[in-house]
């Protein structure tokens, strides 16, 4: 998932995030055309502007920040 153009639906990624499909909680909504029905990552720009690329997969980086906020004692 390293912005790689593989793209990711809100409900999958919120899936990754808790682990547990039983936890998520869909709040009823009007849904404007411009909300986001899943994401697409292309870093292409950052990296011919900034010389910058992803060290991290998605799945990584979400166990590195909740590693983080565990450290923090947020939570």
């Known amino acids: 998932m390293r912005g790689f153009g593989k793209d990711i639906s809100i409900n999958d990624l919120a899936e990754m995030i ?6 998520i909680r869909h709040i009823p909504h009007i849904h404007p055309q ?4 899943k994401l ?6 950052a990296k011919d502007m900034l010389g910058w690329q992803p060290v991290f997969s998605l799945e990584e980086g979400l166990q590195k920040t909740e590693q983080w906020i565990k450290s923090t ?3």
């Open 34 to 37: 411009s909300e986001i029905p």
């Open 40 to 45: 697409l990552c292309n870093y292409q720009k």
């Open 18 to 23: 808790v682990k547990d499909k039983t936890r």
């Open 73 to 75: 004692n947020l939570i």
